[in-house]
């Protein structure tokens, strides 16, 4: 074919005709990947050939091969900038609705303060980048980036829904779980590693605190996994398309609930950062725009806890009655505002827990609830009542 | 202890060094802990690092100059440390105060002592993690620190008693503005409360933890609210009467529990009591003709001898005691501070407990640092 006009060039195909789609649904952030690449790339190879005409560099770039490679590259991205603004107007939310609750203003800068977080965000990056000499870099950088890491991770796997997600692979939940419950060891690693007795004794308190919360949480993943008979993220909330798990499950959503709390490290439960005894915690040596970074973590971790509640008891990116709507994306995130909207809640009114006490409310009560969550389902399950 | 003796392994115990700057201490203090783990074996304080000659320097002062300086003992009970100085000058000089004075430094007295324990309230709820009791403890407060301006002008340092009586008398709209602050806050504090002593996690943040016996409590010299918790019933308003104390009629609050809780119930009660006193001393200060007077002349100098003066500071027992030759200003000032004693039963009170109550104990003594150090 000739290539004489732009239009020859920048083509927005249906990214599904791609002869290397790599999924088996239609992907919104692969086909905006895939049009950005056919933008941009559509244009250099226009560019390119206006130098050097009918060259071959001009066609790979637009081969269905350079497409797919660099549009998933490109969807990644898209789906951690998303995940990213989901992260700052969560942030925002917060700061907001803590401030209604405390009579104060909360966040200031730019429409309804939306743009505090940025500010902020700009100020520890432009903080001095302080590292003790005593500590063991190796870990000191390492446990920090894979904290950070696997946070965003499992973030960037939740998907919005059956049209916006990363992979859709049949153990999808054990996956995101199993990202997200690594945060413990490398809490404690970084802890150990910053030579500090404050980080030390809050390393030793997170690992206590996540570990023993995992486990509930688990158990109740179980009871839903088997109520579905799928590990698949999608089976799970087509499972719901009529009746939320919520409502069978009402005492699992509960404790799931408060376990999630637990697990994201959000006051009540952040005996891990505890100010007034341990002044930062484990993040007492991590200075500037490492702590920034921690913080953005904390709130990815708050995000895969509120996503984690939506998909496994709030039907995901359903609606009771109606099923899907022509945006699940927005019916998904304004579900996982309303679940942080409780987080929030926690926080403006309940004064930190302290460790022997968590922990015992952790084995003693949640457990077992747990456990006998994981039995009333098994029991319907074989009375056929759901 | 029984719980500590863990004998089937040794764990290493290892001294925390908490202070001089940490988010616990209140101001300029270290408190050194022993861990073993989490638990709390051992715990010294250290304070003095904002020793700044106080009782040296009033030596070279008339003593109307150091009154604004008595002020500046403590941020949140200067109303009360001036009026010690006072008390203390005026007993020395030998004059009975007019009626009308005694009236105003007990509602002066009682706002300082509500603001301050609002701000120990304050302190308690970010030293347990949250923020809401800090913010709404200190918006309530701020109500009162007004009442100090239209009182006397000022916040914080309200520079109102003077060496027989009080500077000024208070303005036409003091008691409307009195009552009105003083009838929204015994609403205010229900709301805090239901944010406190409803949460479960609160009360059991501070239910049994860091006990004292009243002996513990004779023999560390333990004074004020964290004394009545302890099932001590002395209060020097009511049992050494000062001012006009002893014409009102209110209750001490003491409760035999003696542990944190009590101590955090005892400063609450004492709140809604000093609601109920400075109602009284309206309804007093009404009977007392607007034109009788509220301060006194009285000499610069003060004779030769020595007095001492204590008083009911909302941290505790204070006291002053004067050693004057005779001439303009103090031969030796000596200040008993409350929180000075009360810091030293920190090992008392902490052993046993967990490093996540330190916090929450040490509140408890609700330090002032600027007293302490002096």
Known sequence: ?386 | MSELSRTGYQTDKMWVTMGPQHPFSHGLWTLRVKVDGEYILDAEPEVGYLHRGWEKECENRTYAKIIPMADRLCYSASMTWSHLYCKVAEEALDVELPERAQYLRVIADEICRIQSHLMWLAALGTDLGSLTIFLWCLREREFFLDLNVRLCGQRLTTNYPRIGGVRNDMPYYFERDCMRVVTRFEKALWDIINLTDESTVFVNRLKGISYLTRKQVANLGITGPAMRGCGVDYDIRRDDPYAAYDKLDFEVPVLKEGDAYARYMVRIEEMFQSCELIRQAFNALQKIPKTSPYRLKVSRNIPEGTHMARIEDPRGDAMMYLVSDGTGSPYRLKVRSPVFVNVSASKAMLEGCRVADIPAVMAMIDMCLGETDR
């Open chain 1, 1 to 386: 074919m000739g290539y004489d006009s732009i239009l020859n060039w920048v083509t927005f195909d249906n990214p599904v005709n791609n002869a290397f789609y790599p999924f088996e649904v239609y992907n919104v952030p692969y086909d905006i990947g895939a049009k950005l690449w056919e933008l941009i790339g559509g244009t250099l190879a226009w560019l390119i050939n206006l130098l050097v005409p009918g060259n071959g560099v001009s066609t790979w770039l637009v081969s269905d091969a350079v497409v797919n490679a660099l549009a998933i590259i490109l969807m990644v991205i898209v789906i951690f900038a998303v995940g990213f603004i989901i992260n700052l107007t969560m942030i925002w939310q917060e700061r907001k609705v803590l401030g209604r609750g405390m009579d104060r203003r909360g966040t200031k800068i730019g429409p309804l303060g939306y743009f505090q977080c940025v500010g902020d965000g700009l100020k520890t990056f432009m903080k001095e980048n302080v590292v003790p000499k005593d500590v063991d870099k190796k870990i000191y950088w390492w446990a920090l980036a894979l904290v950070i890491g696997t946070g965003v991770l499992a973030a960037c796997m939740i998907p919005l829904s059956d049209r916006w997600f990363i992979m859709d692979f049949h153990a999808g939940i054990l996956t995101i779980y199993a990202l997200f419950a690594l945060a413990p060891f490398f809490i404690l690693g970084a802890s150990w590693a910053q030579n500090n007795k404050y980080s030390m004794m809050a390393g030793f308190r997170a690992a206590e605190l996540m570990i023993s919360y995992e486990i509930p949480m688990l158990l109740l993943m179980t009871a839903v996994i088997l109520q579905t008979g799928s590990f698949n993220i999608n089976g799970i909330v087509n499972a719901q398309s009529e009746m939320w798990f919520m409502i069978p499950q009402f005492l699992g959503f509960i404790t799931f609930f408060i376990c999630a709390v637990a697990e994201s490290e959000r006051a009540p439960f952040d005996l891990a950062e505890a100010e007034s005894e341990l002044v930062e915690g484990w993040q007492t040596e991590y200075a500037g725009m490492k702590w920034g970074l921690i913080m953005l973590g904390d709130y990815f971790r708050g995000y895969i806890c509120c996503g984690l509640i939506v998909l496994l008891y709030m039907g995901g990116w359903l609606l009771p009655g109606i099923g899907g709507t022509a945006v699940p994306e927005l019916v998904f995130l304004a579900k996982i505002f309303v679940v942080f909207f409780f987080f929030i809640l926690a926080r403006l009114a309940i004064p930190r827990v302290r460790i022997d006490q968590i922990l015992n409310a952790g084995w003693k009560v949640l457990m077992p609830l747990s456990l006998i969550n994981l039995l009333l389902v098994v029991l319907m399950q074989t009375g056929g009542l759901i």
